[in-house]
Nanobody, 116 residues
Framework: QVQLVESGGGLVQPGGSLRLSCVAS????????MAWYRQAPGKQRELVAT???????NYADSVKGRFAISRDNAKNTVSLQMNSLKPEDTAVYYC??????????WGQGTQVTVSS
């Protein structure tokens, strides 16, 4: 069973930045496509950003130009750099690992709160 552990969440003022990290307990991490999702209170979980095993990235329109996903296969880590944060970015952020069409694992989530 692959375990994913997120960190880096917290409280930040509008316009601020946070960097989330997700560490995987998997020797085959380099083969996984990784993604960040978020879920705000009362809303469905939504896709934020993805990165393939080859490093190609994709973003939700709401975060394009503000967020950047990256991976370090040597450290089994995927990161999400979040800049110019807005109150509507407030949510629990989850990382997910996929192989093909199969979901391998979800992390437990980390809370991000954007408020003055």
């Amino acid at each position: 069973q692959v375990q994913l552990v997120e960190s880096g969440g917290g409280l930040v003022q509008p316009g601020g930045s946070l960097r989330l990290s997700c560490v995987a307990s998997a020797m085959l991490f380099r083969l996984y496509a990784m993604a960040w999702y978020r879920q705000a209170p009362g809303k469905q979980r939504e896709l934020v950003a993805t990165i393939t095993s080859g490093g190609s990235t994709n973003y939700a329109d709401s975060v394009k130009g503000r967020f950047a996903i990256s991976r370090d296969n040597a450290k089994n880590t995927v990161s999400l750099q979040m800049n110019s944060l807005k109150p509507e970015d407030t949510a629990v952020y989850y990382c997910r690992a996929d192989v093909g069409d199969n979901v391998v694992s979800w992390g437990q989530g980390t809370q991000v709160t954007v408020s003055s």
